[in-house]
């Protein structure tokens, strides 16, 4: 168990390294050999490793992770093509295109004046899927507890895929990953690329994940939950009220009113030791809060969304939408 979380830890930090690296443009420190020497394993012991955690061999995960970069400057500046071809470590525009148009069925050039939504190689996170083993006594004192206030959101869009039968995180992504074209990789990746999310971590480019997120919509055929409402689950991305991009296939787009929303936000933690007990607070942090007294009832009007943002570095927090009561 002990090695099997050593190398999940490893892994993770390499493809933190490996995005750090892209965009400093240190491509030196960014080859096996020596990534390898960093871990004080062989070459092939960490390749092997590699490929067995995250799913596929480390030079293909570093080849297209900067080919998700290179489509993100294509998108959002002005750069020539011969210089992003270099600055990613293509020896020719040429090479670089041929390379693109593998792997996303469109040239450059034709990306740039049409930036149709694509599936992007998105950062995988190896170590936030192992959580199963049991927490230490240090998780209990958790270095902040679960603040509550009242936000109002703007109008705007959300862009997603729902399922109305899946309960919880593990439970939708397994059921997605039988419909085609809806598995989380696939998705995610084509999240990654649509520019303008409203929850893009200020547009942190090592952050490939940033503005994606779980929610729940209310849905009349969808599965009752805990507190007694039909819900579908989803996952996608806020979008601005004025977005007229292109909807991926397979996924929906639907406005979201302007409206009133409760917070139940923890801070940051530390995933590997403090995910239960964080997970434990805000579940009763949620059941135990008097909407009576506080002048609120949640809103059951039918395709409001309750958000779930996880973000071990920021926060925890689900933000439910909420009606006011009349006196």
């Known amino acids: 168990m002990e090695d099997l979380k050593y190398w999940y830890k ?16 240190d491509s030196e420190f960014i080859t096996l050999k020596r990534l390898a020497k960093e871990l004080g394993y062989s070459e092939y012991y960490s390749s092997r490793k590699f490929s067995e955690i995250s799913g596929m061999p480390f030079r293909k995960y570093l080849h297209y992770r900067k080919l998700s970069f290179a489509l993100k400057e294509l998108r959002d500046r002005d750069s020539k093509i011969i210089d992003i071809a270099l600055k ?10 041929r390379a693109f148009k593998k792997a996303y069925g469109i040239s450059p050039s034709e990306y740039r004046k049409n930036p149709i939504p694509v599936a992007l190689q998105t950062i995988i996170k190896p170590f936030d899927c192992f959580i199963t083993e049991k927490e230490n006594n240090e998780a209990e004192d958790s270095k902040s507890d679960v603040k509550v206030y009242f936000i109002r959101i703007p109008a705007h869009k959300f862009l997603h895929i729902r399922n109305y039968t899946s309960v919880g995180y593990w439970d939708f992504w397994q059921k997605q990953s039988k419909i085609p074209g809806q598995d989380c990789e696939t998705i995610c990746g084509l999240l990654d690329s649509i520019k303008g999310k409203l929850d893009d971590n200020n547009g ?10 779980m929610a729940w919509i209310n849905a009349p055929e969808g599965r009752i939950c805990s507190w007694g409402i039909p819900l579908a689950e989803g996952y996608g991305a806020r979008l601005p009220k004025s977005y007229n991009g292109p909807i991926p296939q397979n996924m929906q787009l639907i406005d979201v009113e302007e409206g009133e ?19 434990k607070k805000i579940e009763a942090a949620m059941k135990n809060f008097d909407y009576e007294k506080s002048g609120y009832r949640l809103d059951t009007t039918p395709e409001r969304v309750f958000y779930f943002f996880h973000d ?16």
């Not at 470590?89 to 090479?95: D, I, K, L, T, V």
């Not at 995933?271 to 997970?279: G, L, N, R």
Request: aromatic share 12%; hydrophobic share 35%.
């Open 312 to 327: 071990p570095n920021r926060f925890w927090k689900y933000v439910r939408p909420v009606i006011k009561i009349k006196p």
């Open 261 to 279: 929303y409760i917070v139940f936000e923890h801070g940051p933690f530390d995933i590997a030791k403090e995910i239960q007990s964080v997970e």
């Open 204 to 213: 942190s480019e090592n952050n490939s994940s940033s503005g994606q997120l």
């Open 10 to 25: 490893n892994i993770q930090d390499i493809i933190s390294i490996i995005d750090t690296c892209i965009v400093e443009g």
């Open 88 to 97: 990613y470590g293509f020896s020719s525009p040429e090479a670089f295109t």
